[in-house]
């Protein structure tokens, strides 16, 4: 029996263009989700697992396969259908799981034979089962597990192509942010794997860097906090020589032990979601612990460099309290926290979360031609009505956001107090330059899009700013040229 499992590519997600921006192919991390579901597979399965992000095959070519199973994150569910309908045009029977599937099951099975909702752990082997007896169901319902019975993933199975391999040790996040999906998906209740599984997991992995897909590898109580303890101790122990990459929130610099273990165990980077400048911003998001009184984020900031750790500071643009400067302000507070590298995103109603919600209710869902413009939501382009900015002046903030941020001074700065702290200056510049590329295919998208011309600025002559431009083949650009009514439809 053979199975593909298949990871969409979305030209229009920056980080998926390594030909565009060379700094990106340190920067494709791995479907981790289809290397669980691959453990979880019976042998007699013959498994291929395909990343559209690193290649994308002529599947007409390959040997025609028992089953499909497709992942897709919201921004790859219109690949997801198209791979989908080339599949079921042979005769093959596709299922799709993941983020996307579960948030929006009607609209999949309308493209697919079978959508698996939730965490897979619980129903893949009834499906693949169903598949073989030929009695496949359009919907499995997965539980959320106890992580003890989440296998190690697979990852002997895409071992070329990635800087960087993965691992989850956690899922679940109580916090339910309003722009987030995790709590919805995942669960409110925070869930951890057995700290031997992940040692044994991590030792499987053949990459020296790791990216620790946790949300939050810290959790939110003193509990969670000494298991992540006991999982740094476990891990210099066991002498992996790994460096490692992750998420958490602020509260990682409120203790000291927790940085020490986490640097000593590896940990080069963290991601933390500061998400606004304002305590008006951070309301609105529902972001609790950032708008704890008293927090220094300077001083936070320092506490995690002191330990020879980076800091990817994230921030979203586009709040209602946001005020025409907000890109500005963000690169600004980006710089006076210490953050090494800064992440600003449009808001994005993304579906199943809180803010989809009250958007929709709203009716201020701007890109809503579906399934086409998920492609869109990919928290790089302006899908909502925002309340104090047109499309073409929230792009506007992000420029002026991602100039000043990642100007080549201060790009030259950043870089320069790393290596004076030996805080992993070589990561920090690619990361930069990585983040300063981006911004400039996304510039170039914008003016495909009509927005802006293709310095960034402005356009007052939308017709012209679009027939002057020839995008090449490779460029995201291209998917966007044609797209006059996601135009139209932005500038309502
Ligand atoms: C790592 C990660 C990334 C990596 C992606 C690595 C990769 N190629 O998968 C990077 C950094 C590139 C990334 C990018 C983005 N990400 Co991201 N990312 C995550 C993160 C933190 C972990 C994902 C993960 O590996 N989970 C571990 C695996 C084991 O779980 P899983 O993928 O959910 O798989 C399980 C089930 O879903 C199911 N399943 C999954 N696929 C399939 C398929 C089949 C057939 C079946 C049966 C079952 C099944 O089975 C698995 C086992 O239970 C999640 C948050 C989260 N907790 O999920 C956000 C998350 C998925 N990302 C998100 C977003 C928005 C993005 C971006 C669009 C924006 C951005 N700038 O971050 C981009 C777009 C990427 C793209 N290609 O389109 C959102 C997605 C929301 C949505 N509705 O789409 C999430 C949920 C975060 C959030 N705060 O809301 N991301
Ligand atoms: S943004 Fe982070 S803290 Fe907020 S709900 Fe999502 S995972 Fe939890």
């Not at 921006?21 to 498994?47: C, D, F, H, Q």
């Not at 609790?288 to 500071?313: E, Q």
């Amino acid at each position: 029996m053979r199975l593909y499992l298949i990871n969409p590519k979305n030209p229009l997600v920056s980080l998926a263009n390594i030909r565009e921006s060379r700094w990106n192919r340190y920067r494709v991390w791995k479907p981790l989700g289809l290397l669980v579901l691959a453990a979880l597979t019976p042998p007699e399965w013959e498994i291929t697992v395909i990343d559209e992000n690193v290649d994308t095959p002529d599947y007409e070519a390959m040997p025609k396969p028992d089953l499909v199973g497709i992942t897709a994150f919201t921004s790859q569910a219109c690949r997801a259908y198209e791979i989908a309908r080339a599949f079921r045009s042979r005769g093959v029977k596709v299922v799709m799981g993941g983020i996307h599937a579960t948030a929006c099951t009607e609209e999949a099975l309308q493209y697919v034979d079978a959508v698996v909702s939730g965490e897979a752990e619980s129903v893949w082997k009834t499906v693949l089962d169903d598949a073989r007896h030929g009695t496949l169901k359009t919907t499995y319902v997965g539980e959320r597990l106890d992580l003890a019975q989440v296998p190690p993933a697979r990852h002997d199975l895409l071992t070329k192509g990635y800087a960087f391999g993965s691992i989850q040790t956690t899922r679940g996040c109580p916090l339910n942010c309003s722009f987030c999906s995790v709590s919805a998906f995942n669960g409110t209740r925070y869930r951890h794997r057995p700290i031997a599984s992940v040692i044994e997991e991590l030792k499987s992995i053949g990459e020296k860097w790791v990216l620790v897909v946790d949300d939050n590898l810290i959790g939110m109580s003193d509990a969670h906090v000494a298991r992540a303890k006991e999982l740094f101790r476990a891990m210099i122990q066991a002498d992996l020589r790994k460096k490692w990459i992750c998420q958490a929130t602020i509260n990682i610099a409120d203790d000291d032990e927790l940085l020490a273990l986490a640097a000593q165990a590896g940990c080069c980077g963290v991601f933390i979601g500061f998400e606004s400048p304002t305590a008006e911003g951070l309301a609105e998001v529902g972001k609790k612990f950032n708008v704890l009184r008293g927090r220094d984020f300077p001083a936070s900031i320092r506490r995690i460099h002191r330990h020879n750790i980076l800091v990817v500071g994230s921030f979203i643009m586009g709040l209602d309290a946001d005020e025409p400067g907000i890109g500005l302000r963000i690169a600004k507070a980006a710089s006076s926290y210490g953050v090494d590298i800064l992440n600003a995103l449009f808001l994005t109603p993304l579906p199943g979360t809180r803010l989809w919600d009250q958007m929709k209710s709203d009716d201020r869902i701007a890109a809503r031609r579906f399934p086409k413009d998920w492609r869109y939501y990919t928290l790089g382009f302006p899908t909502a009505r925002y309340k104090h900015f047109t499309s073409a002046q929230i792009i506007e903030e992000m420029n002026a956001c991602d100039r000043s941020f990642y100007s080549r001074w201060n790009i030259g700065g950043r870089v320069a107090r790393s290596l004076l702290g030996l805080r992993h200056p070589l990561l920090s510049l690619v990361s930069n330059l990585s983040y300063r590329g981006n911004a400039r295919l996304n510039r170039r998208a914008y003016a495909q899009l009509g927005l802006l011309d293709d310095r960034g600025r402005k356009s007052h002559c939308r017709s012209a700013a679009r027939s002057d431009s020839r995008p090449s083949a490779h460029s995201h650009a291209a998917h966007l040229a044609v797209d006059g009514e996601f135009q139209a439809e932005q500038a309502r």
